[in-house]
C-alpha cells in the first residue's frame, strides 16, 4: 500500500488542480460556446438556433468600432513598447552611468495594476486637471490636449497609458536577451572593423528572434484582453469610442443583460488569441522536434 501510494502521489497532489482547470476552464469555455448559439438574455438559455448572436454581432456598429480599436490600440501598443524597449535595453546594454536610474523608472510602472495606471493617466490627461490646465497655467491660454474627452483621439490615450505600463517589461527583457549574446562574436566583428549598428542589426538582433516573438505574444495577449485599462481611463467613452471587445463583452452580460452576445464576442476574442497562440506553440514544437 505505501509503495503505491508513494508511486502515485505526484498525481494525487496534482489531481484537485487537474479537475479544477477541467470544470472552471475549459468546462466554462465550452458552456461559453454553446450560450452563443442560443437566444440568451439576461439568463441562459439552452435551446441551439443557429449562428443568430454571431449575425447581430457582425451587423452591430459598436462592435465594429470594438473591434476596429483592437486593431488600433494593438497594433501602436505592440508595435511603440516593442521600439522603445529595444531602443531602452539597447541604451543600457552600452553601461552607461545612469542605468541603475533608468532601468528603475522604466520598471517601476510594471509594479502598478492596470486600474492604476488608467487612474493615474485619466488625471494626467484631464483637460481641466493635467497637462492642458498646467499649460494654460504657464501662461499657453491657446493650448488644448483634450484627446481623453475627443472621440476620435481618446483611443490613442489608451496606448499611450498601455505603452507606459508595457515598454519597461520589455525593455527588461531585451535587455536579457542583449547580455546573453556571446560576447566572443561581438569582439570579433569590433576586431574586423564592422560599425556598431551593423553589429546590432546583423548579429545581436536577428539572434534575438526567439525573444522577439515572446514579446510579441505576451504583448499581443495584454491587446486582446485589456479591459480594466480602458475602464478606469475612458469608461469606453465617450459613448463607446475607446470600446474593445472586452469591454465589449462585459457590457453586453452585465449592463445590457445580453449574455448571448457576450458569449458569441468572448468565442470572437478566443478566435483571435487561438489565431496568435497557436502558430507560435507550433514553431516551439517544430523547433524542439528538429
Not at 487537474?18 to 475549459?26: E, G, R, T
Not at 488644448?144 to 527588461?172: E, H, R
Amino acid at each position: 500500500m505505501s509503495e503505491w501510494f508513494e508511486k502515485h502521489l505526484p498525481k494525487l497532489v496534482l489531481a484537485p488542480s487537474f479537475v479544477a482547470i477541467i470544470i472552471f476552464v475549459y468546462g466554462f469555455i465550452g458552456w461559453t460556446a454553446w450560450v452563443s448559439f442560443t437566444k440568451s438574455k439576461l439568463l441562459p438559455k439552452y435551446d441551439i438556433v443557429g449562428m443568430i448572436q454571431y449575425e447581430r454581432l457582425f451587423e452591430s456598429p459598436r462592435w465594429d468600432v470594438a473591434f476596429s480599436n483592437l486593431f488600433i490600440f494593438g497594433f501602436l501598443f505592440i508595435f511603440i513598447s516593442m521600439l522603445l524597449g529595444l531602443l531602452l535595453a539597447i541604451l543600457l546594454d552600452q553601461k552607461i552611468r545612469a542605468e541603475g536610474v533608468i532601468r528603475t523608472i522604466y520598471l517601476y510602472p510594471m509594479a502598478l495594476s492596470l486600474i492604476v495606471t488608467g487612474t493615474a493617466w485619466k488625471w494626467i490627461l484631464n483637460p481641466g486637471l493635467g497637462i492642458e490646465a498646467m499649460v494654460k497655467g504657464w501662461g499657453w491660454e491657446s493650448f488644448s490636449f483634450n484627446w481623453l474627452v475627443d472621440p476620435k483621439m481618446a483611443i490613442y490615450t489608451v496606448v499611450l497609458a498601455g505603452v507606459w505600463q508595457a515598454s519597461g517589461f520589455v525593455m527588461a527583457l531585451f535587455l536579457a536577451g542583449l547580455r546573453s549574446v556571446d560576447q566572443e562574436i561581438i569582439k570579433a566583428a569590433q576586431v574586423d572593423g564592422i560599425p556598431t549598428w551593423r553589429i546590432y542589426s546583423s548579429i545581436i538582433l536577428p539572434s534575438m528572434a526567439a525573444i522577439f516573438l515572446s514579446a510579441f505574444i505576451v504583448l499581443a495577449h495584454l491587446a486582446i484582453k485589456s479591459f480594466d485599462l480602458v475602464i478606469a481611463l475612458t469608461g469606453g467613452g465617450p459613448g463607446y469610442a475607446t470600446d474593445l471587445p472586452a469591454t465589449y463583452m462585459y457590457t453586453m452580460a452585465f449592463s445590457r443583460g445580453n449574455i448571448g452576445q457576450a458569449a458569441s464576442s468572448a468565442m470572437v476574442m478566443m478566435a483571435v488569441v487561438f489565431a496568435i497562440v497557436v502558430p507560435y506553440l507550433y514553431s516551439e514544437l517544430r523547433a524542439k522536434n528538429d
